[in-house]
């Protein structure tokens, strides 16, 4: 091989070859992209804290009523458990749909069960809520899905004032449940629609301590 070949090389040295200048603007997109996933990641942390804060807070008396399907009072029916889960929904929200069958496993795997009172509360959107109105809706919502279970509703919104007050920042959304023990204090909070099986895993864990 002769020596042409390599004083023919080109000289990696030289600076035609160095590497291109980054541009201003795309060390501004890194710095920015850094930035957001620095906030990001400190609303989860935020986020956890809040949800965590609200564990053991003691919730006031519940002002529910009968609405269908039921004639106990809800105060009687838990009561008489060591734990409630409380279940705000509304017929007219989608998430509620998607998530109410979880609710309506619960309700019928501990019909005969006194450690666990599963309470399901239908919310409208009218202020004040006219019970006729507010029946009819539900009974629309829940056919095909547990038409035969106890409903109770929130007439003057006085426990979702309650449970909002407590959720503080985070805010009260439909569908919200609450799990508390004996004491009404909260084990467990729930804003928004959960994952298939979580609310059962969640009063599972609960009853077995």
Same mark, same amino acid.
């Given at each position: 091989?002769?020596?042409?070949?390599?004083?023919?090389?080109?000289?990696?040295?030289?600076?035609?070859?160095?590497?291109?200048?980054?541009?201003?603007?795309? #060390?501004?997109?890194?710095?920015?992209?850094?930035?957001?996933?620095?906030?990001?990641?400190?609303?989860?942390? #935020?986020?956890?804290?809040?949800?965590?804060?609200?564990?053991?807070? =003691?919730?006031?008396?519940?002002?529910?009523?009968?609405?269908?399907?039921?004639?106990?009072?809800?105060?009687?029916?838990? @009561?008489? @458990? @060591?734990?409630?889960?409380?279940?705000?929904?509304?017929?007219?929200?989608?998430?509620?749909? +998607?998530?109410?069958?979880?609710?309506?496993?619960?309700?019928?795997?501990?019909?005969?069960?006194?450690?666990?009172?599963?309470? @399901?509360?239908?919310?409208?959107?009218?202020?004040? =809520?006219?019970?006729?109105?507010?029946?009819?809706?539900?009974?629309?919502?829940?056919?095909?899905? $547990?038409?035969?279970?106890?409903? #109770?509703?929130?007439?003057?919104?006085?426990?979702? +004032?309650? +449970?909002?007050?407590?959720? $503080? =920042?985070?805010?009260?959304?439909?569908?919200? *449940?609450?799990?508390?023990?004996?004491?009404?204090?909260? +084990?467990?909070?729930?804003? $928004?629609?959960?994952?298939?099986?979580?609310?059962? =895993?969640?009063? *599972?864990?609960?009853?077995?301590?």
């Amino acid at each position: 091989m002769s020596n042409d070949t390599f004083t023919n090389a080109p000289d990696i040295s030289d600076p035609a070859y160095a590497d291109p200048p980054r541009s201003a603007s795309a #060390y501004r997109y890194l710095l920015l992209a850094a930035l957001f996933m620095l906030v990001g990641l400190m609303v989860l942390v #935020y986020i956890g804290r809040e949800r965590g804060s609200h564990i053991g807070k =003691q919730l006031g008396e519940l002002e529910l009523e009968p609405l269908l399907n039921v004639e106990q009072p809800a105060k009687e029916r838990m @009561s008489k @458990s @060591s734990f409630k889960l409380v279940h705000f929904w509304g017929p007219w929200c989608n998430p509620c749909m +998607v998530e109410y069958p979880e609710i309506i496993k619960l309700q019928r795997k501990y019909a005969d069960d006194n450690r666990l009172a599963v309470i @399901s509360v239908s919310c409208g959107l009218k202020m004040p =809520q006219v019970r006729d109105d507010l029946e009819f809706d539900t009974k629309l919502f829940v056919q095909g899905l $547990g038409g035969d279970l106890p409903i #109770y509703y929130d007439p003057n919104m006085y426990s979702r +004032v309650q +449970v909002s007050t407590l959720i $503080g =920042q985070q805010g009260f959304a439909y569908p919200t *449940t609450v799990l508390l023990d004996s004491e009404m204090k909260i +084990v467990k909070l729930w804003v $928004g629609a959960t994952q298939a099986g979580e609310l059962d =895993q969640a009063v *599972t864990k609960a009853l077995s301590k």
